[in-house]
């Protein structure tokens, strides 16, 4: 019987190059949905499925992520002076939510070296992982049904989404086993392949970032040599074990998913959260019915 996944890591100490030059003081996974940033809203996404204990990997630059898991005392005394009850729940809500810890990524050498920084907090336990780059819709689940999969058959479960052709170079691709059927909710994974070229893709099932790994993982990312763009591959780690025997599974996410991770992508989030906020969506949603861009 595999044991209930309560832990899980969350890599943040990319540089953000995209997001330049806001991310020269603010880390990227703190631009905020509205007023909420994206690593809140997938730390509760965690929380919400039963996980204690997140890991956040940071790095040295990116201190503003402990102050805002942390406590306030200052902020909170105001808030509470001034009686808002509302503002003081939300600022208190992002530490409340989990047991947080951090360790620094230093030298950072792709998602698998960043991966491998929770050995010693995993300690011999499976982990879920999340990318808080992708955001999964509160209406709808992944992690659940991938933590049900877990517990049935233990192994690696994998978050999947099929990209279509043209965007699965962008992705770690998987291989469904023989005979499994491509379209059910949870398939058997023979293989995997990080960011194949659109021409030789197996599939166009793609992993987005929500993983469930085995303890085994730690030393598979020993063993892993620099794969695709010179970095440590958490897929080359994955296929390593697959090949080796691990079950692996993926969980078909229909859902909805928001990448916050690119910027044209990280606008239509805001949108999309936008148009749903309790203060003011309905004001949002009036104001873009009658929008016409002045360009
Ligand atoms: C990483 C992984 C890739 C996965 C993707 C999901 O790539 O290496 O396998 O499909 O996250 O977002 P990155 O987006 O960091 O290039």
């Given at each position: 019987?595999?044991?209930?996944?309560?832990?899980?890591?969350?890599?943040?100490?990319?540089?953000?190059?995209?997001?330049?030059?806001?991310?020269?003081?603010?880390?990227?996974?703190?631009?905020?949905l509205?007023?909420?940033?994206?690593?809140?809203?997938?730390?509760?996404?965690?929380?919400?499925?039963?996980?204690?204990?997140?890991?956040l990997?940071?790095?040295?630059?990116?201190?503003?992520?402990?102050?805002?898991?942390?406590?306030?005392p200052?902020?909170?005394?105001?808030?509470?002076?001034?009686?808002?009850?509302?503002?003081?729940?939300?600022?208190?809500?992002?530490?409340?939510?989990?047991?947080?810890?951090?360790?620094?990524?230093?030298?950072?050498?792709?998602?698998?070296?960043?991966?491998?920084?929770?050995?010693?907090?995993?300690?011999?336990?499976?982990?879920?992982?999340?990318?808080?780059?992708?955001?999964?819709?509160?209406?709808?689940?992944?992690?659940?049904?991938?933590?049900?999969?877990?517990?049935?058959?233990?192994?690696?479960?994998?978050?999947?989404?099929?990209?279509?052709?043209?965007?699965?170079?962008?992705y770690?691709?998987?291989?469904?086993?023989?005979?499994?059927?491509?379209?059910?909710?949870?398939?058997?994974?023979?293989?995997?392949?990080?960011?194949?070229?659109?021409?030789?893709?197996?599939?166009?099932?793609?992993?987005?970032?929500?993983?469930?790994?085995?303890?085994?993982?730690?030393?598979?990312?020993?063993?892993?040599?620099?794969?695709?763009?010179?970095?440590?591959?958490?897929?080359?780690?994955?296929?390593?074990?697959?090949?080796?025997?691990?079950?692996?599974?993926?969980?078909?996410?229909?859902?909805?998913?928001?990448?916050?991770g690119?910027?044209?992508?990280?606008?239509?989030?805001?949108?999309?959260?936008?148009?749903?906020?309790?203060?003011?969506?309905?004001?949002?949603?009036a104001w873009l019915?009658?929008?016409?861009?002045?360009?």
């Amino acid at each position: 019987m595999p044991t209930q996944v309560t832990k899980a890591l969350i890599p943040a100490a990319g540089r953000g190059t995209r997001f330049l030059p806001l991310t020269k003081a603010v880390p990227k996974e703190l631009a905020p949905l509205v007023t909420t940033p994206a690593l809140e809203l997938v730390v509760a996404e965690a929380a919400g499925v039963g996980i204690t204990d997140v890991l956040l990997v940071v790095s040295p630059e990116k201190r503003a992520i402990n102050d805002y898991f942390g406590a306030n005392p200052g902020l909170e005394e105001a808030l509470k002076k001034k009686g808002d009850k509302k503002a003081l729940a939300s600022v208190r809500r992002p530490g409340e939510l989990a047991r947080i810890a951090y360790t620094d990524q230093l030298n950072p050498r792709g998602l698998g070296h960043a991966i491998g920084c929770g050995e010693e907090f995993a300690a011999g336990e499976p982990l879920a992982v999340l990318l808080p780059d992708d955001l999964v819709d509160d209406r709808d689940s992944l992690l659940g049904p991938m933590l049900d999969v877990y517990a049935e058959h233990g192994g690696i479960v994998l978050g999947l989404l099929d990209v279509g052709p043209v965007e699965i170079s962008k992705y770690g691709c998987v291989v469904p086993a023989d005979g499994a059927d491509p379209n059910a909710d949870v398939v058997e994974l023979a293989d995997l392949v990080e960011k194949p070229r659109a021409e030789e893709a197996p599939s166009t099932l793609a992993i987005i970032g929500r993983y469930v790994l085995p303890p085994e993982i730690f030393a598979a990312l020993h063993e892993t040599d620099p794969g695709v763009g010179g970095e440590i591959q958490i897929t080359d780690a994955m296929r390593a074990l697959c090949r080796a025997g691990t079950p692996v599974h993926g969980v078909v996410f229909r859902g909805r998913r928001y990448d916050t991770g690119d910027r044209l992508d990280y606008v239509k989030a805001v949108v999309q959260i936008a148009v749903r906020h309790p203060d003011i969506g309905a004001d949002f949603r009036a104001w873009l019915r009658d929008y016409e861009p002045d360009v």
